[in-house]
């Protein structure tokens, strides 16, 4: 789960649509919602950050509810996957179904918690204020419990889907995503016709709790890293010579701030881009607008690649991060290095990325290292019975809102599964006030009002996708 941007941070405060909630009497005493709670509270108790083991309590755990709920042994497995493991749970359609399977995204795991820095035990579900605190209650055991409420509710009320539905759940999508690959390599989930992540997405809240738009994450942008290194055979400093690694590397520097990937864009990114115009209105409006209905249009390209909270979804970005170098005041420095860190336009290719570094630095002396293990995948266009399905289940909670597909910048299971060619959204359930976002930081909290007013989320979309 990522952080919302500050442009959606914004609309919140520049919506000329804003939907108040349709806020159908919430029913926290159904067999659904007790059920769930129930899931939510085991899980958050148990502590499954890294190294803790935890993620493999949480996949036994909810593996023998299934089984308990009637799911067969053999649909049910719990995998060991190098320090942690992942869990996978077949929901069997109709017999001979013409209709490859749905696959449904989470992660078992968390991120670590320091309990002295907390208000209240991070691994106890508290309930307080009108919220529900604890590790994971956001990010992602609020998507888990809601899934696997869901699956096994349908389950008892007799449902049979016209095709198989299937849950894959990662044990360690906020450290290695050793078991999110293990996932994303299955031969019997890459049957699936797209996959649907409960950990990414979600609804935008005002203060007086109405909604603004419905995001659905359809791509992530590639994570990368490289380190740009001089060398230099230095010397006394009393005796500067004409080449410097400093220099050299100050130099490389400048070309970095100064390089403009190509504009690029895809049929979402456009559409984003329109929506977010419309919403925005003023100036900004109008440069975003106007770049949607031409990404050619110099001014408006302009215009967004001075804006922190655009410039990602219209092209490639890399910035400097990291700086060191020398050893010694009086020595002339041996060594210099800087990280830039990048973010890749799906469609581009991280050595393209890497070749046009090298050429706008123009200098031999400069090596450019890739430091981390990327993965690189496409954009997911919505799929029209998808996109009806996701906005039948907004409406039912918050009529008239806009589902807007957009780009994030990297980081969830999503993008091992787009790479391997099943096009994946994210859709939460969880409708939040930007200023709830508390996913990897202190104090973690989902309000409890979202929660039972998620009941109906994924209820509505499998039985659109998958038949009443
Ligand atoms: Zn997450």
Redesign the pocket.
Known sequence: ?TILPRSVIQLVYLAALIVTPAMAALDKNSEHATTTLGIYKTIVEMDSSKNSGGATEVANYLAAEFSRAGFPEQDVEVIPVAQTSALIVKYRGKANSPHPPILFLG?MDVVEALAKDWERPPFTLTQDKGYFFGRGTL??KFGIAQISGTFISLKKAGYVPDRDLIIAFSGD??SGMQSTRYLARRPDLLKAAYAINT?AGGGVLTDDASAVVYRVQAAEKTYVTFEMEVKNPGGHSSRPRLDNAIYDLADALKAVQALRFPVMHTPMTLNYLQQTGQLTGGKTGKALMTFANNPQDKAAADTLFSMPEYVGTTRTTCVATMLGGGHAENALPQSAKATVNCRVFPGSEVQEVKATLQKAIANDNVSITTLTDYIESPVSELRDDVFKAITQAVEKRYPNVPVMPYMESGG?DGMHFRNAGIPTWGVSSIFLNPKDMY?HGLNERVPVDGFYDSMTHWTTIIKSLAGQ
């Open positions: 789960m992660h990010d992602n999508e906020e950990d969830t996913a």
